[in-house]
């Protein structure tokens, strides 16, 4: 691995970025719109019985692919002492092989940019999302589908230490996947990178400018991106990069994230005590999970063409005919997961003796690779929470009735197109002042993002919604 | 929590002082020998048909206790790409319930004095060994035992956050339990504790020259200890305590140590190259577990007095009748593992760039709960290490065959007496000089011991082998 001061300065330069740049912000924006034009994608629900190569193995058991590979639909049954409802069954996605979520990175100008892919996903909702470099699950790179190897691949099959600024294992959604995992990572690499047609650089700062807008950047990107650390710097480098040379509404949280990053021990809670509240929860929150067969799913109804809860809660499992042209044709079938409605992810942040501060909850999701992760102040990825009644959940009142001058991001984002049929969810950042008390609810804690971001160093502490969030802090461009 | 700085100071004083304590380390010898004395434990193998209220549930699914509590003896079926056997299968300890490893503290003439108990386990090569306050399962302090509640408990029951200096999940054995965690706390009240007749006031100074006897001081004495940092002092507080006033041969070592402890910034490796080390193994090896009914595990036999191996390897599932007597005579019946033959850890030290490393590796078991876990330079718990051929296992002839003056630490040591019948491991630290080059093999790392320090923060990094291991390490008294 390289040197980390370097690396961090690079890291650093290259989320200030947007001059000097391999293509202007707009340019990439139409290039986008461009690769989207290109491209014609069909979706089209289907039964069950026209899946091509996928089945319900063993009458019943699981929906899988006739290789073994890529995932299965398996019915699971929990039991926990986790929130009100103490037991339930329910349909989840296995896909127990770790892929690829990896960024090639360059400097071009002196500044670190990233070699980002407009890649094409059945179930996006802008069907060309800005992907990283490669995402490859290991059916994938080991060629389940015969076809040829992804691009760039070999650069990350190959990858010396000394090329890897960044390798973190994290989860993806619990409640959807069955601790599900890919390997995060980006490399610096010094020699010559081909630009390939879908492929463009772009620097940090150009990334999160663009995730303001909708359902642009994918999920995987942003889970990357999320791990990149705010650093430990001093003043004197920080101004290396004229900081506060402009002004903006975001200004003051801006400032304050600045001092969360730098003033790591002015944190509310030492890390030790926050590891300490980790501990009692994980050691007092059992989480049981058997896998069933998929007609034994109890509150769930198997019909022709989805597998949805009796009250059309949650989502449902469909199956689905894709054929992408581009400049080839590409069909095949496959089965995906449809919401049942949008979801909120928010996290509330508050100044607390000069310092940024976020709450955040430990969440348990039946998919958790180990009992609860560190979640967003407000997670409602399936509930019906615009018809939530008063105080149902923590915040979601709050959030909800913000005055817009609070609310720092806002945006919709995707959950991944390969899995997942237009799936979108309201991701916000709030700001809090004086209405707001620092008391927070049995299972909620004020961290700063410093904190966070070492907790996504290890893995499976913080989970991929509140990951997305973190994906969205910037200072000022 | 407490202020950390403050803590750090009472742990780093604790583990210097073998002078004003509550009692002389040499009275303290003689107080275990005592209560050794005073008990009377008598245990007898049995036949699985005279155990009382366990069973093979199920005709011969598991062996587990009528009340569904305490734990059970199961079969697994492992699948892995790990290491040279793809497949294989046998029983195994499934207790999934998270206990409590605790330590009650307080200041005594100024220094910190854990509260230790002398603690009698039937499977103890020393029927009494000292153990941390409070030792206790789920099912212990939810009273399945329908007796009376451990002593103690309430305090731990009822810990304010600020009472808490420590607070960790840790693993246990890998190769033994099934995805087992404890809890390991310690509080630092300041009322008045009732000293009850089988308990001590030690300071940690005196726990680490305790554990320099073989077989003293409990697992779970060493894990608990394990945890506490060496922290980051600056010179001038470690001066405070006369660190290097005497001599003696482990002078060198304690040097190095400090030094790795001062100087965080020349370790090896970074600490993120650490984590893509893992990162990277997580990613590829695969651990698959199944359980199976235990009269299917190949080649394991079931006799009508134990589960063996065809070979005799590895371990025995027995059935024993325990008595103790004591003020009152208490006895009943249990299954107990127990080990084919002794075992060895070992971690092989070297001096870095003027910073004390450790060679460590990292090794999947078949219970680790996330795949690998770090693990000392040498593990063979269940092999027959004494006739292995040359070169079969990294290190082990080397350690074998070390020179004294390079041993700093060597001592047998015992693993849990509630679970396993007299099993006992070889512990060694040993210090290398030129003869041992910097490469290692594929799955090891050099790491300093701040460096491991923190990764035994977060929950199944860092394995019980290599914990207890730490747990011996010292400054100068």
């Known amino acids: 691995m390289q040197n980390l001061k370097g690396i961090s300065q690079k890291f650093l330069k290259s989320s200030f970025s947007l001059e000097n740049t391999f293509i202007s912000t707009e340019k990439a924006l139409e290039w986008i719109k461009d690769q989207n034009r290109k491209v014609d994608v069909n979706i089209e629900k289907i039964p069950f019985d026209e899946l091509n190569a996928w089945s319900f193995e063993n009458d019943g058991l699981k929906i899988s692919h006739d290789s073994g590979k890529f995932f299965s639909i398996e019915g699971i049954r929990i039991k926990t002492n986790w929130g009100g409802v103490k037991s339930w069954d329910q349909p989840i996605i296995n896909q127990p092989e770790i892929g690829y979520l990896g960024f090639l990175t360059k400097e071009i100008n002196g500044i670190l940019h990233f070699l980002v892919q407009a890649k094409i996903e059945p179930g996006n909702v802008n069907f060309v999302q800005l992907s990283p470099t490669l995402q490859a699950t290991k059916s994938n790179y080991t060629r389940a589908h015969k076809g040829k190897s992804p691009a760039y691949l070999d650069y990350f099959i190959n990858a010396k230490p000394e090329e890897i ?266 700001f809090s002042g004086e209405e707001l008390a620092l008391d927070l609810p049995e299972n909620f804690i004020w961290m700063t993002a410093n904190q966070l971001q070492l907790f996504i160093k290890f893995n499976n502490y913080v989970n991929i919604q509140a990951r997305s969030l973190l994906a969205a802090l910037t200072f000022k461009y």
Not at 382 to 406: A, H, V, W
Request: proline fraction near 3%; charged fraction near 25%; aromatic fraction near 10%.
């Open 165 to 430: 600024i960044l390798d973190q294992l994290q989860s993806e959604q619990g409640a959807r996947f069955l601790r599900k995992r890919n390997r995060n990572i980006i490399l610096k690499v010094e020699d010559g990178i081909e630009l390939l047609d879908n492929f463009i650089w772009l620097t940090l700062a150009q990334i999160k400018v663009l995730m303001s807008h909708d359902n642009l950047v994918n999920m995987d990107t942003r889970t990357v991106i999320s791990g990149i650390p705010f650093g430990n710097y001093t003043i004197d480098e920080i101004e290396l990069f004229s900081f506060f040379d402009s002004k903006n509404q975001l200004e003051t949280v801006e400032k304050k994230l600045l001092n969360s990053t730098l003033l790591k021990d002015k944190a509310l809670h030492s890390f030790d005590s926050i590891i300490s509240f980790v501990t009692k929860r994980k050691s007092f929150y059992e989480l049981e999970v058997e896998t069933i067969p998929l007609d034994q799913v109890r509150n769930w109804i198997i019909e022709k063409d989805c597998i949805r809860h009796e009250e059309n809660k949650y989502f449902r499992i469909i199956a689905t005919k894709v054929s992408i042209e581009n400049r080839e044709v590409m069909s095949w079938t496959q089965p995906m997961v449809e919401p049942a409605q949008e979801g909120l992810c928010a996290f509330v942040c508050k100044e607390i003796d000069g310092v940024l501060h976020f709450a955040v909850q430990v969440k348990l999701e039946c998919g958790n690779f180990d009992i609860i992760e560190f979640a967003p102040t407000v997670q409602c990825l399936t509930g019906n929470y615009r018809n939530s009644k008063n105080g149902s959940l923590p915040f979601l009142d709050y959030i909800l009735n913000i005055p817009k001058e609070q609310i720092v991001f806002d945006t919709l984002q995707s959950e991944e197109g390969g899995r997942f049929f237009k799936e979108q969810n309201r991701n916000m950042l709030v």
